[in-house]
């Protein structure tokens, strides 16, 4: 039993959870911030996934360009570019890792790495503890309030709050995807060729001879001379919240960067002396569980792009719906100049008193999901969740009786954008 007691802990140290950190330690709170591997950075350094997608639009009077995610999430950029770890919207993941520890640490964050939250105790509606589980055993540790970050939703899901799975009737998620990195590419050379990769790759597919149900390979270059990212695998119908169903995915998805390994080398002018460099370390998931909250965001309140009263975050990401079938993608793209919001409902597991949750697994459907789980957004999401547990601590209130216009205020005059 751990005697250390917190104002706030943040569970998982992704994007939304370097947000909630970083934002509720700036707004006063004694913050601890957990984390399952080594690092900071969630997805990018756990699944391999790269590079920021896009978040900004233009108005189409005036031309000016609105970035929809400032905040910590535009702090964590320019430091990043600062570093020569930017290439356009492609980031070196080595780098977000130590600028964002460093982040933490000037911030008064404290960390700890290697330690998984494997049970949560609840009072009535009141998580009183969350229990890691790591080298020292089964540490319990309090706080006033929790903020989950996990992606999965894995402390709601933990302390019994409800939760919904993919889409309705099925409840099938997007495709699972293992990222990995190729390189000693000739980018000059490929560029030349690039339009044709998925037609030869399509040829191929109609000939029976690939297995992976991916029809747009996309190539993305990096910040590294001579390394490409690829996010290409395809695994369909598992369910990533299923530890067997997990296991095959990983196999099948090796499988797969073998598969298109050998179709670069064999197709692709600029890929022939190519090596496989690395593979993520997790099969990225891009849906998993979603918590029921106050509000259940609606891809049609995405369209309409309401201006929630509540609102803490904005985006115009499009919804990228990957088929959980199996091959094809849907788009639904916003108009120049337009975007959405998100409300603080959505952050609040239903009657939850001290809990949040941040990151692609707050309270939205499956469409809605496919809009606002992009790097960018979940991070402006956390900094919310995190100034809001802040305030709720100052004023000894429940997560739901924070004051919208404190919060709204205290994240604009922090540099956010709610629109
Ligand atoms: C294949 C793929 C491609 C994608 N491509 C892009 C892209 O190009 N651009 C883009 O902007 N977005 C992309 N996304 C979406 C984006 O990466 C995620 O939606 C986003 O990272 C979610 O952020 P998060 O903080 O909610 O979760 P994560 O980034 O997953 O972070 C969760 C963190 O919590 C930790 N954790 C998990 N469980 C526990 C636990 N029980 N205890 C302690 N720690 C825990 C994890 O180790 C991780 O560090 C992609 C996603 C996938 C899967």
């Not at 770890?85 to 911030?107: D, G, H, T, V």
């Not at 709050?161 to 990195?181: A, H, I, S, V, W």
Request: net charge negative; glycine share 8%.
């Amino acid at each position: 039993m751990s005697n250390r007691k917190y104002d706030v802990i943040v569970l998982g140290g992704g994007l939304s959870g370097c947000g909630a950190a970083l934002a509720a330690a700036r707004n006063g709170a004694k913050t601890l911030l957990v984390e399952r591997i080594n690092a900071l950075g969630g997805a990018p350094c756990t699944m391999g996934v790269n590079p920021f997608m896009s978040y900004k639009t233009r108005n189409p009077e005036t031309g000016e360009i609105i970035p929809l995610s400032r905040g910590i999430f535009a702090e964590l950029e320019n430091n990043l570019r600062e570093a020569g770890a930017m290439y356009y919207n492609a980031f070196n993941a080595e780098w977000m890792k130590i600028i964002l520890n460093r982040m933490m640490l000037e911030s008064g964050v404290e960390l700890l790495f290697n330690s998984v939250a494997a049970s949560a105790k609840r009072e009535g509606n009141r998580v009183t503890s969350v229990t890691v589980s790591n080298k020292s055993g089964l540490v319990e540790l309090e706080a006033s309030y929790f903020i989950d970050c996990t992606g999965d939703a894995d402390v709601a899901f933990l302390a019994d709050f409800p939760y919904r799975l993919g889409r309705p009737g099925d409840q099938l998620c997007q495709p699972m995807t293992l990222c990995f990195q190729i390189c000693n590419v000739d980018y000059e050379v490929f560029k030349e060729s690039q339009k044709s990769i998925i037609p030869i790759w399509q040829a191929e597919h109609a000939k029976g001879y690939i297995k992976n149900p991916m029809t747009e390979i996309m190539v993305f270059n990096t910040p590294i001379p001579g390394v490409v990212q690829l996010n290409a695998t395809r695994i369909v119908k598992k369910n990533p919240t299923d530890c067997w169903e997990v296991t095959q995915a990983d196999i099948i998805a090796r499988e797969q960067i073998v598969e298109l390994y050998d179709f670069l080398r064999k197709f692709i002018p600029g890929f022939e002396n190519c090596h496989i460099v690395a593979s993520a370390p997790q099969t990225g998931v891009r849906e998993s569980r979603m918590i029921d909250g106050e509000h259940i965001l609606s891809a049609e309140e995405l369209k309409d792009c309401i201006k929630f009263e509540d609102r803490i975050a904005a985006g115009n990401y499009d919804i990228d719906i990957h088929n959980p079938e199996g091959s094809g993608t849907s788009h639904y793209f916003f108009p120049q100049g337009q975007y959405y919001t998100i409300p603080y409902r959505s952050l609040i597991p239903k009657d939850a008193e001290n809990l949040l949750v941040a990151g692609r697994c707050i309270s939205t459907t499956h469409e809605a999901q496919a809009s606002i789980r992009i790097l960018p957004i979940v991070c402006t999401l956390g900094e919310a969740a995190g100034t809001a547990a802040a305030i709720a601590c100052k004023n000894g209130c429940n997560v739901k009786d924070v004051d919208i216009s404190t919060l709204q205020d205290t994240l604009t005059k922090a540099g956010a954008f709610i629109g």
